[in-house]
Structure formats: structure tokens, C-alpha cells
């Protein structure tokens, strides 16, 4: 079976688009692991639900997801992101409301856990360095972990002492689960803070036993072209043109 893995798509239409094409032309996946933040910051957000949903999709949720939903407190966030949440919910329809409202906060699918932050703190905890990796090996039982949520490709990978070193996840370096417990991000589909603006994902094949990431350019003027229109907050719109 071929899964792909997609995170933090954040209501960017063009570049999820831009990723189920990429995922096509590679020969097609039996289904998409979503690993939160569907919707907030960007500017088709139903339309991100909607296409999302015409996969088979297992989906966890993000803390965009249940702020839209009105699940969580904006409280917590920025003034770009709360402006860009209260704009989110006023677009969303009810039944689109509900669907993120459900969505669990963590899921295991074959030997994989999927949570949005951490297997710790699945809606807000950052896992951006080794030792918070570490300390989050005693939070899920399977061997491989994924997340999302700080929007840059990592792999976390534990020695048999159960210490994570962390690596930056280029395109061309596949991971290979299964030889030791990992963390594995697959960056951001909609809004990728690594300083490469292209759209992230990765395909887990588990015939070839390997994980692989991959980088999509997409039009990324039309997303801010209708952001502008839109008046949603201008850092959140030029930081997309710069990957960060
Ligand atoms: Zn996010």
C-alpha cells in the first residue's frame, strides 16, 4: 500500500492542488494520513476540506482546526493567526465547522502514530529540537511517530540508549522505518517555514519499506493574490514567497 503523508495545508488551495497532482503522477496512493492544521492563515479553506475529502483520508486534528472549530481558545495565538482564525470561522459552514470539531487529536495507523505537535501534546506542544524528541519516545507505543505542526521536514531518530538526534529532511534522502524508533515531519503543504517556499509532503510505500520526501512548486502569487483580496494580515501573505 502507498499512504501519503500531508501536514499544515492551512487553507492554501493552489498548493495542496499542486501536491495531489505531484501525487498522481507518481502512480497514485491507496490513501492520505492529514496530519492537522487543514485550515487558518490561508485563503480557501472550504475548498481545502472539500478537495481533502474527496480522498480517503485519515486526518488528526491541528490547533487551527479546533480554533476554526471553535473548539479551543484563540487566546494562545498570535494576532496575525487569531485576525486569520476569526476570518476562517465566518467563511466555514456549519457542517464544515462539525467535520473539524471531530476530528481526533491522534490516530495509529499500520506502525505509525499520527499526532499534529507531539505525541505529548498533540495540539500545541513544537517538536524542534532533540530533547523534546527524546523526552516524547515514552508517549506512543509504535515505532515511528509523525507530525506536523512547526512546518519544516525534520527526521528525529533514537539511538538504543533512547536518545533522538534531529536532522533537517531533504528531498533526497529517504527514511527507512523500522531500524529505529523515528519522528518524522513532513513539513508544510501550505505554508513551509524551512526557507524553501516549495510545498512539502512525503509517500510512505510499505512494500519498499521506505518513507520519501518530496518539494512542489506551486503558484504561489495566485495564493497571495487572494489573500490581499481577501485583506488577510500582509505578513502572513509575503511569508509564503520566502519559505518562512
Ligand atoms: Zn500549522
Not at 96 to 109: I, M, S, T
Not at 166 to 194: C, F, K, M, T
Amino acid at each position: 500500500m502507498r499512504h501519503a503523508i500531508i501536514a499544515d495545508i492551512h487553507g492554501n488551495l493552489a498548493a495542496l492542488t499542486a501536491v495531489f497532482d505531484d501525487i498522481e503522477r507518481r502512480g497514485g496512493v491507496d490513501d492520505v494520513w492529514c496530519l492537522g492544521d487543514v485550515v487558518g492563515y490561508g485563503p480557501e479553506p472550504s475548498a481545502c476540506i472539500s478537495l481533502l475529502r474527496t480522498m480517503p483520508v485519515y486526518c488528526i486534528a491541528g490547533n487551527h482546526d479546533h480554533a476554526a472549530s471553535v473548539r479551543i481558545d484563540v487566546a494562545a495565538f498570535s494576532p496575525d493567526a487569531a485576525r486569520a482564525t476569526h476570518w476562517t470561522m465566518s467563511r466555514l459552514s456549519p457542517g464544515e465547522k462539525g467535520y473539524l470539531y471531530g476530528l481526533p487529536q491522534k490516530l495509529v495507523r499500520n506502525n505509525f502514530t499520527l499526532v499534529h505537535g507531539s505525541p505529548r501534546g498533540p495540539l500545541w506542544e513544537y517538536l524542534d529540537y532533540a530533547g523534546a524528541a527524546t523526552e516524547n519516545l515514552a508517549y506512543f507505543e509504535t515505532a515511528c511517530c509523525l507530525v506536523g505542526h512547526t512546518h519544516v521536514p525534520m527526521v528525529f531518530t533514537a539511538d538504543a540508549a533512547g536518545n533522538c538526534t534531529g536532522r533537517h529532511w531533504l528531498a533526497d534522502n529517504p527514511v527507512v522505518p523500522g531500524e529505529s524508533r523515528l519522528i518524522v515531519n513532513p513539513g508544510s503543504v501550505g505554508q513551509p517555514r524551512d526557507g524553501d517556499p516549495r510545498a512539502s509532503y512525503a509517500l510512505y510505500d510499505d512494500a519498499r519499506g521506505s518513507l520519501r520526501l518530496y518539494r512542489i512548486g506551486y503558484d504561489i502569487r495566485a495564493t497571495q493574490r487572494k489573500m490581499q483580496q481577501l485583506g488577510l494580515p500582509e505578513r502572513l501573505i509575503y511569508r509564503l514567497q520566502r519559505g518562512l
